[in-house]
């Protein structure tokens, strides 16, 4: 993998590491709650089911799958499964929220929803961009 992929991996992670930290940040406020409960587990989990779905969601939109949506559901489905598993595993750990599946599924689904989107408008401007360069060749 090129070095221009790894720095495109890693600023894509940070950014929304850095945008939902800061919206979980607020939202407690919000809601009057001043530390988090969940404490530095919290962080260290939203961090690696996030590299999950990044890293997964990456690798993958450049296989040579056609249609796009089928590449996005060959990433979607196994870093869905490793993120259960993930929450499963953290089960051990502490106890788990009643709802936790449902809140990692509806959290994780929304970003890679997100992902593509932005990802799919992307390879739509690539590619009428490079239809229009081609007819000026």
Same mark, same amino acid.
């Given at each position: ?13 940070? %950014? ?9 940040? %607020?939202?407690?406020?919000? *809601?009057? %709650? ?5 404490? *530095? ?77 932005? *990802?799919?408008? %992307? ?6 961009? *490079? ?7």
């Amino acid at each position: 993998m090129s070095k221009k992929k790894w720095i495109s991996i890693v600023s894509i992670y940070s %950014i929304i590491y850095t945008v939902t930290t800061l919206l979980n940040s %607020i939202l407690y406020l919000s *809601n009057g %709650i001043y530390e988090d409960p969940s404490g *530095n587990w919290h962080e260290l989990d939203r961090a690696m089911i996030l590299l999950i779905g990044i890293v997964a969601f990456q690798l993958c939109t450049d296989l040579p799958v056609k249609p796009l949506i089928f590449r996005y559901i060959i990433a979607y489905v196994p870093s869905q499964l490793l993120a259960f598993i993930y929450v499963w595993f953290s089960g051990l750990r502490e106890e788990l929220a009643e709802t936790a599946y449902r809140d990692i599924w509806i959290n994780f689904t929304s970003l890679f929803i997100i992902l593509c989107i932005v *990802n799919t408008m %992307i390879s739509i401007y690539k590619e009428k961009r *490079n239809k229009t360069l081609q007819r000026y060749i």
